[in-house]
């Protein structure tokens, strides 16, 4: 009777392995992109404006596991002030960024295509960074309030064990209380298909 069991279990078992087949991962998206096969949309709402000064981090593919981490300071008084706005890859992901700058984060404009051929970098932070005082006004980055940025988007790199996933965030800014601040729109990245 056991061995029946035995057997039965050990069945059940190698029909559960037959059935498992491996993921392919698409090997690209396009920025902006929200639908398609593999690829997986969030769209935040409510949109949360990033105040000063906070930190935020977001799980693009939904697995539990956090990708980046957003952060804005920002200290002005009369005759001098700096701020930045930063998005920090976590564990062993990546961010895009402009060939001119590997510090900074470039703005991808919406249906451009994201893969592996784009500058890939742990250390491009920048969103936008400033600083002032009665010598001059310093500016590094490519993610201001000028720059319509409703039409680019941030292309993000997330290792998943060794799996790559492509994905982009699209971020604007937004008033409120008299002030301008940054928030996220929505994000979207690649993922593995049965
Ligand atoms: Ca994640």
Redesign the pocket.
Known sequence: MKKNLLIAVISVLLFACEKEKPKTYPDNILAGQISGPGILYTDLEPNEPLVYSVVKR??????????FELETYSFEQPGFGDGYKKIKPL?LNEIAAPLSDNTCIDTLLLNSLIDKNLNWHASATDLESFSYDYSGYTHHGFWGMSNNLKDKCVGVK?N?GGNILYGWIRMDYIAQDGFLYLMILDYA?TTGIE
């Open positions: 977001i799980d693009i593919n939904r697995d539990g596991v956090e990708d564990n997330i998943v990245c």
